[in-house]
């Protein structure tokens, strides 16, 4: 089972590194196109929510975020529910850029599942659903000492 877990991490980092590369070519790199994506799916995120759906710490998160705004593909805007928090929202030029972002993630995905049947690919969603499930259900983990 320690083999079947180890391969498809490695199958997951395969994927964002083959996306990377490509989105590089576009001028994004892997944690920005992270976040493009993110917030092409969930306007209006808070940046503490953003920062631990990607895992990051929020500070790290809010030095992406600059440089995004700086190139004028996200914006901040002051979150009405509290004035210390910020909601983040891609601008219009980011959208042309999210575009080409999707049609490279299409491109690869064509690629990476090649050959396999779309009996295959709905038994693989369907059991990568199963343990992402038994994962999000199983019983409560205590924090490190440190957190």
């Known amino acids: 089972m320690e083999s079947l877990a180890i391969e498809i991490g490695e ?5 964002r590194r083959a996306f990377g590369r490509r989105a590089a070519a576009l001028g994004v790199t892997g944690a ?5 994506f993110k917030l092409a799916r969930a306007p209006g995120l808070r940046q503490v929510e953003l ?12 030095r992406i975020v600059d440089r995004l705004a700086e190139a004028g593909l996200v ?5 009405p529910a509290d004035r210390r928090a910020w909601r983040l929202h891609l601008t ?7 575009e080409k972002l999707r049609e490279l993630a299409e491109q690869l995905f064509a690629e990476a599942f090649a050959g396999m049947s779309p ?4 038994a693989m969603r369907n059991s990568l659903g199963k343990i992402r499930e038994n994962l999000c ?6 924090k490190a000492a440190n957190e």
């Open 51 to 62: 920062a631990e759906m990607l895992d990051v710490e929020p500070i790290t998160l809010s």
């Open 75 to 79: 914006e901040r805007a002051a979150d």
């Open 11 to 15: 199958t997951a980092h395969a994927l």
């Open 137 to 142: 259900t199983g019983p409560a983990v205590p």
């Open 92 to 98: 219009p030029k980011a959208q042309p850029l999210v």
């Open 119 to 122: 009996a295959e690919l709905d």
């Open 32 to 36: 920005q196109w992270k976040v493009l």
